[in-house]
């Protein structure tokens, strides 16, 4: 077998994960992909007009983005072959008045976005990315991206000698425990972080135009950077491959598919805190590019029925330590394949009729395929899949790769599961 393919797919991967340690971020990333893969950039605030056949993107909020190819046949007659993902990740984000200084030592106040694993962020050299905005010399508000990149932040542990339970019931505040600490100062000193943000700002780009820092949405993240890791190569280890692994495969599978037919990527941001905002899943943005995109009304809903979404959200798979957590008969394993995620409860929106489509279509390209249901006395997490589904009325379903360690601050992946999965959704993107 010629790994070569898996290889550079992986490599491709691992350098998108390490640039996109925030959802601006990673769509600035998938933006630029795009265009050096010739799709055009839309404006809503413009007027669109009929759009020719071709290859088209738009973001809101620089968070969220859909991408679209155009085919020459109309819409109510094809309708869309649909992908979608989300662009953000469990985290801790920087508070708006974050600055405090306890015993010499500058520690900066944070919020847990989504339901994060704590334990894990501990001890680790973290840094900061988001988005800022900021007046300039015409007074005049815009924004930009800050990456610090190095490692400027850590949240120490408290040692064993001062909690001797730590191993056994160790719990932790948020409020007290996860300030990182990022300098030390004398006993007169004080601390502006956005002067802070505005230094790192000057000296990555000194050429803009920028005098004062007015907000900013920061996180903090791990530095340590993703790899493929184990004894045989079998696994990919990273933050954010929940989701930002489907991402990139729904990127790459909507750039190697038919650009002659009618396809579309969508990847939003907030779907870890329940996809409610502009830019979120059951925000206004898919269903507003979709209605311009329809001649009329009558037409906008033969499109929506004649569509079909696939929710990629990474699944879980069976741990070796704890395989009471899955039921028996439901545990992916990693590398064996795309997982179809099913609830009765439509917390998942697979149905039969979707599961066998996506059935035929691992048959197709000789992927194997597997299955998740959670166990029975166990609640079940979500996806943006039934919100597409309750929102358009188009025909869902659910799958993801196996993936260990989800919400930590490094997730585990299988190294042969994302070129496998990009196999399925190219072959989507393609077939009539």
Same mark, same amino acid.
């Given at each position: 077998?010629?790994?070569?393919?898996?290889?550079?797919?992986?490599?491709?991967?691992?350098?998108?994960?390490?640039?996109?340690?925030?959802?601006?971020?990673?769509?600035?990333?998938?933006?630029?992909?795009?265009?050096?893969?010739?799709?055009?950039?839309?404006?809503?605030?413009?007027?669109?007009?009929?759009?020719s056949?071709?290859?088209?993107?738009?973001?809101?909020?620089?968070?969220?983005?859909?991408?679209f190819?155009?085919?020459?046949?109309?819409?109510?007659?094809?309708?869309?072959?649909?992908?979608?993902?989300?662009?953000?990740?469990?985290?801790?984000?920087?508070?708006?008045?974050?600055?405090?200084?306890?015993?010499?030592?500058?520690?900066?106040?944070?919020?847990?976005?989504?339901?994060?694993?704590?334990?894990?962020?501990?001890?680790?050299?973290?840094?900061?990315?988001?988005?800022?905005?900021?007046?300039?010399?015409?007074?005049a508000?815009?924004?930009?991206?800050?990456?610090?990149?190095?490692?400027?932040?850590?949240?120490?542990?408290?040692?064993?000698h001062?909690?001797?339970?730590?191993?056994?019931?160790?719990?932790i505040?948020?409020?007290?425990?996860?300030?990182?600490?990022?300098?030390?100062?004398?006993?007169?000193?004080?601390?502006?972080?956005?002067?802070?943000?505005?230094?790192?700002?000057?000296?990555?780009?000194?050429?803009?135009?920028?005098?004062?820092?007015?907000?900013y949405?920061?996180?903090?993240?791990?530095?340590?950077?993703?790899?493929?890791?184990?004894?045989?190569?079998?696994?990919? #280890?990273? !933050?954010r491959?929940d989701? =930002?692994? *489907?991402?990139?495969?729904? %990127?790459? +599978?909507? $750039?190697?598919?038919?650009?002659?037919?009618?396809?579309?990527?969508?990847?939003?941001?907030?779907?870890?805190?329940?996809?409610?905002?502009? #830019?979120g !899943?059951?925000?206004?943005? =898919?269903? *507003?590019?979709?209605?311009? %995109?329809? +001649?009329? $009304?009558?037409?906008?809903?033969?499109?929506?029925?004649?569509?079909?979404?696939?929710?990629?959200?990474?699944?879980?798979?069976?741990h070796?330590?704890?395989?009471?957590?899955?039921?028996?008969?439901?545990?992916?394993?990693?590398?064996?394949?795309?997982?179809?995620?099913?609830?009765?409860?439509?917390?998942?929106?697979?149905?039969?009729?979707?599961s066998?489509?996506?059935?035929?279509?691992?048959?197709?390209?000789?992927?194997?395929?597997?299955?998740?249901?959670?166990?029975?006395?166990?609640?079940?997490?979500?996806?943006?899949?039934?919100?597409?589904?309750?929102?358009?009325?188009?025909?869902?379903?659910?799958?993801?790769?196996?993936?260990?360690?989800?919400?930590?601050?490094?997730?585990?992946?299988?190294?042969?599961?994302?070129?496998?999965?990009?196999?399925?959704?190219?072959?989507?993107?393609?077939?009539?």
């Amino acid at each position: 077998m010629d790994n070569a393919p898996i290889i550079d797919f992986n490599q491709n991967l691992l350098s998108f994960l390490d640039k996109s340690p925030t959802p601006f971020h990673a769509v600035a990333a998938m933006s630029e992909c795009l265009e050096r893969n010739d799709f055009q950039k839309l404006d809503e605030l413009e007027t669109w007009g009929k759009l020719s056949a071709g290859k088209y993107y738009i973001t809101r909020n620089e968070s969220s983005l859909i991408a679209f190819t155009l085919g020459e046949e109309e819409l109510a007659e094809t309708g869309f072959k649909m992908v979608g993902a989300h662009t953000d990740s469990p985290c801790l984000k920087i508070k708006p008045q974050p600055e405090r200084i306890k015993h010499n030592l500058v520690q900066l106040g944070v919020e847990v976005y989504g339901g994060a694993l704590l334990n894990p962020w501990f001890d680790r050299d973290l840094s900061m990315a988001g988005r800022v905005s900021y007046l300039d010399s015409q007074h005049a508000i815009q924004h930009t991206l800050v990456n610090f990149e190095k490692a400027v932040a850590t949240i120490p542990s408290l040692a064993i000698h001062l909690d001797r339970e730590a191993n056994k019931d160790r719990t932790i505040n948020p409020q007290n425990h996860l300030p990182p600490i990022v300098m030390q100062v004398g006993d007169d000193d004080s601390i502006d972080f956005r002067k802070l943000v505005l230094q790192q700002i000057q000296k990555k780009n000194p050429e803009l135009d920028i005098a004062k820092v007015l907000d900013y949405e920061i996180c903090l993240y791990d530095t340590q950077r993703a790899a493929i890791t184990g004894l045989d190569d079998d696994f990919i #280890s990273s !933050a954010r491959l929940d989701n =930002l692994l *489907s991402c990139y495969v729904g %990127l790459t +599978s909507l $750039i190697n598919g038919d650009s002659t037919q009618s396809n579309l990527l969508v990847c939003s941001d907030h779907e870890e805190v329940g996809s409610v905002s502009t #830019s979120g !899943a059951q925000g206004s943005f =898919l269903e *507003s590019v979709l209605h311009r %995109l329809s +001649s009329d $009304i009558e037409q906008h809903h033969r499109m929506l029925q004649r569509s079909m979404m696939i929710s990629a959200d990474n699944a879980h798979a069976v741990h070796p330590n704890y395989s009471d957590k899955h039921d028996a008969e439901h545990g992916p394993k990693i590398n064996h394949g795309p997982v179809i995620k099913t609830n009765a409860n439509q917390r998942y929106a697979t149905n039969s009729e979707t599961s066998a489509y996506f059935r035929q279509l691992c048959e197709h390209v000789e992927v194997p395929v597997q299955d998740f249901v959670v166990r029975t006395d166990m609640g079940c997490g979500s996806t943006i899949g039934p919100i597409t589904a309750s929102t358009l009325g188009v025909k869902t379903l659910d799958i993801g790769v196996p993936t260990f360690a989800m919400h930590s601050i490094r997730e585990l992946a299988g190294s042969q599961d994302a070129f496998m999965l990009d196999k399925v959704l190219t072959q989507f993107f393609t077939k009539s």
